[in-house]
């Protein structure tokens, strides 16, 4: 094992059999587990992790970290250990079931492992059904330590198979539009990384591929917000909100002027034309004095 703290760590690549404490954390790689206690041990997925070590981790499991907090790192966990195929939550906060739908983003999870101590969705008698239904794609073999079997998967569809169906039905148009466009990303990001490869690798990772490319449209709809995420956008929504009233008192405002000053415009008008219709008769009375007038003032532009 290797003694280290965060200072001197960030210059150089974490090494296989790793640990590093801390007053609020630990990180800790024994064999083929990354270990991560607190929620500063999340800020260790930001180091340089050698080759060697992250191609080994296939176990990552999280203790005493808020789960909207680690669903924050899952991009650099997938990229920084893209061979691990097990999770385990310890005193997360997995409270609802939705959160689970956070973990779709990953690249693949064979194994999921919820510890009952500080997470009270365990205490739901179909959560593994809702894991089954909405990580589908991921094929799952293993659910805290029991294997997962085809009749687990039937029964998991009759469950919440409807509950995807209302979900995209109840979406407005352009949430859909977003979650689709974003599902196209992930399979181009995926069939550029394939691209090029040897032809028995693209077959070992065909099956991969399917989990990837393979989650069902309505399922995808099914995503999770983070309460801080969501704060954020509740207050740019109150923002924009804010925005646009502003904004379209302005131009009602700008509007009402318009129409008062139109209005006023009627009613002038009337005597406007006449007085027009006097100056002009009063002043082509005399048509030779007129004629005089013109031409003098001709000569004075020049």
Known sequence: MVQAHRSSEHAAAAPAGYKESHDTHLVDVDGDTLSLYGSGALESLDRNW???????????????????????????????????????????????????????????????????????????????????????????????????????????????????????????????????????????????????????????????SKRFVGENTNRAMLNYTTRDFYNEKLEETKEKKKFCKIYIEDLVKEATEINMKKEALQKLWPQMFIELVRDAVLETRNKNSYMKFCLQQIADQK
């Open 50 to 208: 050698s080759i060697q070590t992250a191609g080994m981790v296939t176990t990552v499991s999280f203790t005493f970290i808020e789960f909207d907090e680690i669903v924050q790192v899952l991009p650099k966990l997938k990229m920084k250990f893209p061979n691990s195929l097990h999770l385990k939550f310890k005193e997360t906060n997995l409270a609802m079931l939705q959160q689970f739908n956070a973990l779709a983003q990953l690249h693949r999870v064979d194994q999921l492992t919820i510890d009952p101590q500080g997470n009270p969705v365990v205490n739901f008698t179909l959560w593994k059904y809702y894991v089954l239904f909405r990580l589908s794609h991921f094929n799952m073999q293993k659910i805290n330590e029991t294997e997962v079997t085809q009749n687990d998967m039937i029964m998991a569809e009759r469950l919440f198979g409807i509950l995807a169906h209302v979900a995209s039905s109840e979406l407005p148009h352009y949430r859909v539009i977003s979650i689709l466009g974003d599902a196209r990303k992930k399979q181009f990001r995926y069939l550029q990384e394939t691209k090029g490869k040897k032809h028995g690798i693209v077959n070992e990772e065909n099956n991969d």
